[in-house]
């Protein structure tokens, strides 16, 4: 029969696509997995990521307007660099919804000064995302049926189109009042025990099954579905011609990077040159113009180098993303990976970041340029730096230390290391 004919261009054009080499340079903005980790965000943390994250963003629309947010939220690596800075353990599941949840309880209060809008969330908050994007179209006079077509299609691509294990959980769209948009969201593979996150953005693309992704990366880990691949195109055509008939069970495609399943941050997940100028910068502080900048209040070096990686995370260039662990550097994990979360040095780092932005407000551009310099002179630091001892000792450095700063996880306060006693046979 016709269709069974059908059938058998479909599976040697899929099997091709499942074996070849090729990595597509894509237009969607790409995705990461990430270990499946459980666990609750406690709310003295949740409440410090909401302040934090919507300052961060308020800043980067402040100096580079809406599109810039919703291009940034797009890069996977950005995205887990902003989670690490906000102090979620730097490669877990729970970043997404952690983070997403956290800047849409600050930035929706603030949404029709600022133009930037968060819908939707995990599991029941998903399918809320339709009657949201209506009601904000109401209030922008955005075309709402759009918007609500373009979430949907995004969540049944990735769900459906793209069948490689990951059944979508999370959803998040975010528009702005320009109808500029990105979405993310999240799917989980039971079997591998790892979660995929997928970004989207309006403007890297042009047609939803014309190569909407970039940046598929990774080793061949077997057949599976891409139909958005351009390749596939006679294959969606005939796919069509055999719906018609009867249905069709299909095959599975593509490769992805992947973060690695240990849970600790180890010396070959962070740019050691990267980190210790930004350590160097926050002991050194070389800077003659910084006067006023350095007088603020509860500025010292550990609350320094916090600002310093939050500036990257505002001003950094997308290769300055590639290795976010360093990011957790900031404002530790919850979890005590890689130290506990120093919740006096976060609290100066807010303070820090919202005043500067209040100033740049009202025509007071001084602290937000010397923010904005903190980034520059870590780069300036980085390009003669060579990085000496061990990330290790680094990292017991500041779990030792970590009760001076407030340091906290979920199970509790930091205390101060025990001191070895010597024994003497006198």
């Not at 495609?253 to 973060?259: G, V, Y």
């Not at 290790?392 to 779990?399: A, Q």
Request: hydrophobic fraction near 35%.
């Amino acid at each position: 029969m016709f269709w069974l004919a059908q059938i058998r261009i479909i599976s040697l054009q899929l099997t091709y696509l499942a074996n070849t080499n090729y990595i597509s340079i894509m237009k969607k903005s790409g995705h990461a997995d990430l270990p499946l980790h459980g666990g609750k965000v406690p709310r003295w943390l949740a409440e410090r990521m909401s302040t934090m994250g919507g300052a961060i963003l308020e800043a980067i629309i402040l100096e580079f307007g809406k599109s810039e947010v919703l291009r940034r939220i797009s890069d996977p690596g950005w995205f887990q660099s902003l989670g690490c800075v906000l102090g979620m353990d730097w490669h877990s599941s729970g970043i997404t919804t952690s983070v997403l949840g956290a800047l849409k309880s600050s930035m929706n209060p603030k949404a029709n000064e600022l133009g930037l809008y968060f819908c939707g969330g995990r599991g029941r908050h998903s399918k809320k995302t339709p009657n949201e994007l209506t009601d904000i179209a109401l209030k922008t006079g955005l075309n709402g049926a759009d918007l609500v077509r373009s979430s949907k299609l995004t969540a049944k691509i990735d769900n459906n189109t793209i069948q490689d294990g990951y059944q979508i959980y999370l959803h998040s769209f975010i528009v702005s009042d320009e109808g500029e948009w990105s979405v993310v969201q999240q799917g989980m593979n039971t079997e591998n025990g790892y979660a995929r996150r997928y970004h989207w953005h309006s403007n890297s693309f042009k047609e939803f099954l014309d190569q909407p992704h970039t940046d598929i990366v990774g080793k061949n880990e077997g057949p599976i579905i891409n139909l958005t691949d351009k390749r596939a195109k006679i294959t969606r055509d005939s796919i069509l011609d055999i719906s018609r008939e009867k249905p069709v069970h299909l095959l599975r495609e593509i490769s992805q990077m992947r973060l690695p399943a240990h849970h600790d941050v180890r010396q070959k997940d962070v740019d050691l040159k990267r980190l210790g100028a930004v350590l160097a910068l926050a002991q050194e502080t070389p800077f003659a113009n910084f006067e006023s900048f350095l007088l603020t209040k509860g500025l010292g070096p550990r609350t320094l180098q916090s600002l310093t990686l939050v500036s990257e995370v505002i001003y950094g260039t997308p290769s300055r993303f590639q290795d976010p662990a360093r990011f957790s550097f900031a404002h530790g994990g919850k979890d005590g990976h890689p130290f506990p979360v120093p919740t006096k040095v976060y609290d100066n780092s807010i303070n820090v970041l919202k005043k500067s932005i209040e100033k740049a407000k009202i025509g007071h551009y001084d602290k937000m340029r010397a923010f904005k310099n903190l980034h520059t002179a870590a780069k300036r630091i980085e390009e003669n730096f060579t990085p000496k001892g061990n990330l290790d000792d680094l990292i017991e450095k500041e779990r030792n230390e970590s009760y001076k700063y407030g340091g906290r996880t979920v199970n509790g306060f930091a205390r101060p290391p025990i001191e070895k006693k010597q024994l003497s046979l006198f």
